[in-house]
């Protein structure tokens, strides 16, 4: 069960590209790894995942380097309605996750 | 139904109440997940199922807590006895078999008085 480490919380102006990068040193080789999206009153919601290199989606980037042992969110030109909690997992098919306690981003007018 | 679905939305139960959660997952996932979520933290994983069999309940606090899902689709989390420690959001989690994408319910808050 890999252990990730995230920044507690990050403010952003709205427009700009916004990086969160998560720590993973004990990721297993089959574990991927999950960012889920969370707002308030709400449950998580994916947003993206990845084993390696870059993926991308029509929400966020994903950049994996090749030792795995991290990862960076992308989130493109953010608005107001992207300020919510961030959470970075590795696990792979069925686990009991950890979710942590996320990165909170603020995006600012 | 196009989502996981959680009844009640708010739950208010006086201490020593036995309390019963409801979770609906999507039509045709096998998996089945219960998460604590407490003011301020991340989920805490409660007990997971596949189809109606309960593969891990390490996650529950006590034996104040049960889970069942009799017929492999709708889930009921039961909280005997409740304790003030027990208020939090709970959340239901469903997924497809072999799939770790979890798709989340909007929850159930728990406020116990």
């Known amino acids: 069960l890999a252990k990730t480490t995230q920044p507690i919380s990050m403010d952003s102006y709205e427009g700009q590209e916004v990086n969160i990068t998560c720590s993973h040193n004990?990721?297993?080789?089959?574990?991927?790894i999950t960012w889920y999206q969370q707002f308030p009153s709400q449950g998580p919601r994916f947003i993206i995942q990845g084993y390696k290199t870059k993926v991308t989606n029509e929400v966020a980037s994903l950049f994996i380097p090749a030792d795995r042992k991290s990862s960076t969110l992308s989130l493109p030109r953010v608005s107001l309605s992207d300020t919510a909690v961030y959470y970075c997992l590795g696990a792979g098919g069925y686990q009991k996750v950890t979710f942590g306690t996320g990165t909170k981003l603020q995006v600012i007018p | 139904g196009a989502g996981v679905s959680q009844s009640p939305r708010y739950k208010v139960a006086k201490r020593g109440q036995d309390v019963a959660l409801r979770c609906d997952p999507i039509?045709?996932?096998?998996?089945l997940f219960w998460y604590q979520q407490a003011l301020g933290q991340g989920p805490e994983f409660l007990t997971y199922f596949q189809n109606e069999a309960q593969l891990d309940k390490s996650g529950l606090p006590s034996d104040r807590f049960f889970a069942e899902r009799p017929e492999g689709s709708v889930s009921t989390l039961k909280i005997q006895r409740t304790q003030q420690e027990d208020s939090a959001v709970y959340l239901c989690a469903s997924s497809f078999p072999g799939r770790d994408t979890q798709y989340f319910g909007p929850g159930t808050r728990l406020t116990v008085l």
């Open positions: 004990n990721i297993a080789t089959n574990d991927y």
């Open positions: 039509s045709g996932h096998v998996s």
